[in-house]
């Protein structure tokens, strides 16, 4: 493993499924750090409403390929489609924040 991640069998790279998982996690990290910075930089809920619904979402999707407990083994395609959704939320959460975006219902 290199920096406490799985390793596929491509020279010390991770897995194309991997790094899309990863992927997914990272932005879901970054975007729960920036939710964490804007709350306590004094943003109230309200204003948080919309990026929090953004990373919920993002969330959801991230734990639901992850609780299927063989990161998309059985569908790989449909894995990846949700960890693109993930990144999508996650992103738009970022952008929600800095006010670039209205969050859609």
């Given at each position: 493993m290199a920096g406490g991640r799985t390793e596929g069998s491509r020279g010390g790279h991770p897995a194309p499924d991997l790094e899309l998982r990863n992927r997914a996690l990272d932005e879901l990290v970054a975007l729960i750090h920036d939710l964490?910075?804007?709350r306590t930089g004094g943003r109230s809920d309200e204003a948080l409403a919309g990026a929090?619904?953004?990373?919920?979402?993002?969330?959801?999707?991230?734990?639901?390929?992850?609780?299927?407990?063989?990161?998309?083994?059985?569908?790989?395609?449909?894995?990846?489609?949700?960890?693109?959704?993930?990144?999508?939320?996650?992103r738009q959460g970022q952008l929600a924040l800095r006010g670039e975006l209205s969050p859609r219902p």
């Open positions: 964490a910075a804007s929090r619904a953004l990373q919920r979402k993002a969330q959801f999707m991230v734990d639901f390929v992850e609780a299927e407990n063989s990161m998309g083994f059985h569908a790989p395609q449909e894995a990846a489609r949700i960890l693109g959704e993930a990144i999508d939320y996650a």
